[in-house]
């Protein structure tokens, strides 16, 4: 996806959630990401891990603070990114904030990348993130409940290119043990400002 696609996306899911209902009074010490008007509550969906198992999001990431990026690994640049950029800052916490974060990364390119593909490809960046995988219907349709959009293949950069890209959503939600989501953080953040945010988040839940 290009750098001009992603920003499109985050402005046009602020602008949604800030005209709506009540706003929020969540902001720990202030936040590098956007705070959201309105809270995302986190979804209830189960989708196929790496390794062959099935990962109910909601039940798995229970009590913990949780990064959810939709993206595909033939990504050019926003995807690898923004997991190289959290795979850094998580590396210069301690352990015990590393414990509370679960990184949780589903394909938006299900014909591509195959469970190999994507243990393969996160392991370049944590062994520890978990990379899920469902048909596309079903991936939009968790990206369309969260208000994210639908990811779509974008046209072949020249005819006799055989590849193609996938416009998607360039923001990883953070969601916080009350389940809900009221940070996200857009393309672009320095390895500097997850690393405050994830510490700062990280005191939000209990005993690691």
């Given at each position: 996806?290009?750098?001009a696609t992603a920003f499109r996306s985050v402005t046009l899911l602020l602008a949604l959630l800030a005209c709506d209902q009540k706003p929020q009074t969540?902001?720990?010490?202030?936040?590098?990401?956007?705070?959201?008007?309105?809270?995302i509550p986190k979804p209830d969906?189960?989708?196929?891990?790496?390794d062959g198992s099935q990962f109910n999001f909601r039940q798995r990431t229970e009590g913990k603070i949780t990064?959810?990026?939709?993206?595909?690994?033939?990504?050019?640049?926003?995807?690898?990114?923004?997991l190289a950029n959290i795979a850094a800052a998580l590396h210069t916490l301690g352990p015990e904030v590393q414990r509370k974060v679960e990184v949780v990364f589903v394909t938006t390119d299900p014909d591509r990348d195959t469970p190999e593909v994507i243990r393969a490809w996160l392991d370049k960046f944590d062994p520890k993130f978990v990379g899920l995988r469902g048909t596309l219907d079903e991936v939009n349709a968790i990206q369309r409940g969260l208000k994210l959009g639908e990811a779509s293949r974008e046209p072949q950069l020249a005819p006799a290119d055989t590849g193609y890209?996938?416009?998607?959503?360039?923001l990883v939600l953070?969601?916080?043990?009350?389940?809900?989501?009221?940070?996200?953080?857009?393309?672009?953040?320095r390895q500097s400002d997850w690393a405050k945010d994830l510490e700062v988040l990280a005191k939000l839940t209990g005993p690691a």
């Open positions: 996806m290009t750098t969540f902001n720990p010490s202030g936040l590098a990401g956007p705070t959201l008007g309105q809270a969906f189960t989708l196929t891990a790496t990064l959810l990026f939709f993206g595909y690994t033939h990504c050019p640049d926003v995807c690898p990114v923004h890209s996938v416009g998607h959503a360039a953070a969601f916080t043990p009350d389940d809900s989501a009221h940070v996200v953080y857009p393309f672009g953040v």
